[in-house]
């Protein structure tokens, strides 16, 4: 089945615009996921809408709310929300460009494919694709759909182009606060230079084929299984444990100089001293 469009419109860059078509680029089938089900009778849970005190209630008394303190609520009907919602427009205009590594990956949310309309469209598709590609930068933009305004930036893909959504200033947490702790001590240089050698004998180029998702495999044959077996009978198999590295690494020295195949005995270094009150 031929791929539904998320937007179709025009990228717009100055006084040119460029027809286009946007693609999700991840596929959300692609994960198992479970319903709940009532085991005596093997149909599906559904759910009522509740009140506590009160019990079910109809679809036609449910209104939006928001929580501004601990159990009180603004509350909101479907033609305010929408009296306020952004006007999907056809055209997403660049206003920015930034080199690609001043966005902090934090930023990033969600990739999607970007087309050209039709061959008419090519050439400055192209023309578009191929002076980022020179600049080495990232357009920046904001996309209206579905009734919300999504801060965007496009960059070369191959033949096409690469649109990802990223989150606002509000959404991401500042880091910092969670590195406070850290101890500002600068790492021996040996200890320094083995780890860097590691992270050299283990380069590669990325390929996210090399990488297999166990655990949904495993899943996805555990299902199999128990649907050939037609039963309610547990179907469960031992799992090979990883050979366990004997505890907590004490000498950090010996421990990297293994892993890169240096057999010399580590230096002995002098005890840390503690840190005073």
Known sequence: MAA??????QIRLAL?????????ATKSGAKIRFNQIHEPSGKRISYEKVVPGIGPVDRDEIIKGYEVSKGNYVLLDDEEIEAVRIESKKTLELVQFVDACEIDPLYFEKPYYIAPQDELAEEAFVVLRDALRKAKKVALGQLSVRGSEKLVAIKPCGKGLLLETLRYADEVRQGQAFFDNIDDTKPKKELLDLAAKLIEDKSAPFDAGEFEDRYGAALKKLIDKKAKSKGKRAVIEDVDEPESGGGN??????ALKKSVGDTSPPAKSAPKRKKSA
């Open 16 to 24: 040119v615009s460029i027809p286009v078509e946007i693609y999700s």
């Open 249 to 254: 690494v004490i000498d950090l020295m010996a």
């Open 4 to 9: 539904r469009a998320y937007w179709q419109g």
